[in-house]
């Protein structure tokens, strides 16, 4: 590793650990991981004080009641996914928006081509800091999520290896989409049109593809879906474990396609450092 690479990841990491970034990241995405199942319990009990309510007032609450009273740790660890996929990738996408172009506008960072600092050396750490970052991060937080559903429920029908799986898919699920938020932001200089396209993206195509009844093996777009559908079933076989293996290094080439898109677009773009004017 050269001198320039090492420089470029002690950039990042120092942008990213030595600020409240990566504390606040943490927070929010274990937060909601121990907090889905908490607030199932919760309306369980809020459900059950109003019962009595409800019947005078002739609403009939008894289904979702019941419903939430029967509900099993795979409740919990879904509902954490679906937030951690949901409210925890808009939080990291949205916080590290610096890196993923918006410290291009402006000129705030110009690339000295002239003094030999290459494109490489600027785009290789924001892909392996960011999106390995976000992936280890999720990957505790569906373990915590499993441990909490655990206590908070009386039914655990959560085995050890499918809740491995699931969070190795919602962690995939994180990068996917942090590798597309870094290729679009450095390319194009916008990051809050980035982020904005990626969290509608991620919103839209996971419920399309919900919707339509579609399978979500070999579909790295679904594989929070994938990562909810793993945590009801039963053992799984050979054969399923090595469909979501597939599933999973598809996911990862299509993030190094990526990454070679926004090497490609940062060696094209040329950058007009001409002129008098000071940018701030």
Same mark, same amino acid.
């Given at each position: 590793?050269?001198?320039?690479t090492?420089?470029?990841?002690?950039k990042?990491v120092?942008?990213?650990?030595? #600020?409240y970034?990566f504390? =606040? *990241?943490? %927070?929010?995405? $274990?937060g909601? @991981? /121990?907090l889905?199942p908490?607030?199932?319990t919760?309306m369980?009990?809020?459900?059950d004080?109003?019962?009595?309510?409800?019947n005078?007032?002739?609403?009939?609450?008894t289904?979702?009641?019941?419903?939430?009273?029967?509900?099993?740790?795979?409740?919990?660890?879904i509902s954490?996914?679906?937030d951690i #996929?949901?409210?925890?990738? =808009? *939080?990291? %996408?949205l916080? $590290?928006?610096k @890196? /993923?172009?918006g410290?291009l506008k402006?000129r705030a960072v110009i690339?000295p081509r002239?003094?030999?600092?290459r494109?490489?050396?600027?785009?290789?750490?924001?892909?392996?800091v960011?999106p390995?970052?976000g992936?280890?991060?999720t990957?505790?937080?569906?373990?915590?999520?499993?441990?909490?559903?655990?206590v908070?429920?009386?039914?655990?029908?959560?085995?050890?290896?499918?809740v491995?799986? /699931?969070?190795?898919l919602?962690g995939?699920?994180?990068?996917?989409?942090t590798?597309?938020?870094?290729?679009?932001?450095?390319a194009?200089?916008?990051?809050?049109?980035?982020?904005?396209?990626?969290?509608?993206?991620?919103?839209?195509?996971?419920n399309i593809?919900a919707?339509?009844?579609?399978?979500?093996?070999?579909?790295?777009?679904?594989?929070?879906s994938l990562?909810a559908?793993?945590?009801?079933r039963?053992s799984?076989?050979?054969?399923?474990?090595m469909?979501?293996?597939?599933t999973?290094l598809?996911?990862?080439?299509?993030?190094?396609?990526?990454?070679?898109?926004?090497?490609?677009?940062?060696n094209a773009?040329?950058?007009?450092?001409?002129?008098n004017?000071?940018e701030?």
């Amino acid at each position: 590793m050269n001198i320039q690479t090492k420089a470029s990841f002690k950039k990042e990491v120092i942008s990213f650990f030595r #600020t409240y970034t990566f504390v =606040i *990241v943490a %927070l929010v995405i $274990i937060g909601l @991981a /121990a907090l889905s199942p908490i607030m199932i319990t919760g309306m369980a009990f809020i459900m059950d004080a109003m019962s009595e309510l409800s019947n005078e007032i002739g609403v009939d609450v008894t289904e979702i009641t019941n419903l939430l009273d029967t509900s099993s740790s795979s409740t919990g660890v879904i509902s954490s996914i679906s937030d951690i #996929t949901g409210v925890g990738l =808009i *939080v990291f %996408l949205l916080l $590290i928006n610096k @890196a /993923a172009g918006g410290e291009l506008k402006k000129r705030a960072v110009i690339i000295p081509r002239a003094a030999g600092l290459r494109s490489f050396p600027y785009i290789f750490p924001k892909f392996i800091v960011y999106p390995i970052t976000g992936f280890v991060i999720t990957f505790v937080a569906m373990f915590i999520s499993w441990g909490v559903s655990t206590v908070v429920f009386e039914a655990n029908n959560i085995a050890f290896a499918n809740v491995f799986i /699931a969070a190795v898919l919602t962690g995939v699920f994180i990068m996917f989409y942090t590798c597309f938020h870094l290729t679009i932001g450095t390319a194009t200089g916008k990051a809050g049109m980035s982020a904005a396209i990626c969290i509608v993206a991620s919103f839209l195509l996971s419920n399309i593809f919900a919707v339509a009844n579609l399978d979500y093996m070999f579909n790295p777009f679904a594989l929070n879906s994938l990562a909810a559908s793993v945590t009801v079933r039963g053992s799984l076989s050979s054969s399923e474990i090595m469909d979501i293996v597939f599933t999973i290094l598809f996911a990862l080439g299509i993030m190094v396609v990526a990454y070679l898109i926004a090497l490609f677009a940062q060696n094209a773009k040329k950058i007009d450092n001409t002129g008098n004017e000071i940018e701030l």
